[in-house]
């Protein structure tokens, strides 16, 4: 009998942020949508974009310091704020 052979797979890199700093299509539209929704399902039904789509974008944006969670709510840290502004 054979066994099982694990495989461990390398987190996928969602592009939110643009080598110039400003954000990508997929990262403003994540960032705003979080930021006006406050959790992922929701921000996925506003968006139309898969679950799973808008969660590897939460990963990313809060990697990237432009989000944070706060008592189960996700909104943008102060450099969110400004990347949303520009």
């Given at each position: 009998m054979r066994?099982?052979?694990l495989l461990q797979e390398e987190p996928v890199a969602v592009a939110c942020v643009k080598p110039d700093g400003?954000?990508?299509?997929?990262?403003?539209?994540?960032?705003?949508?979080?930021?006006?929704?406050?959790?992922v399902d929701n921000a996925a039904a506003a968006t139309k974009l898969p679950l799973?789509?808008?969660?590897?974008?939460?990963?990313?944006?809060?990697?990237?310091?432009?989000?944070?969670?706060?008592?189960g709510t996700l909104r943008p840290t102060p450099l969110g704020q400004e990347k949303l502004k520009l």
């Open positions: 066994g099982l052979v400003t954000l990508t299509e997929l990262g403003r539209q994540g960032l705003e949508a979080l930021a006006a929704h406050g959790n799973y789509r808008v969660r590897m974008l939460t990963r990313a944006l809060i990697d990237e310091g432009l989000l944070e969670e706060a008592g």
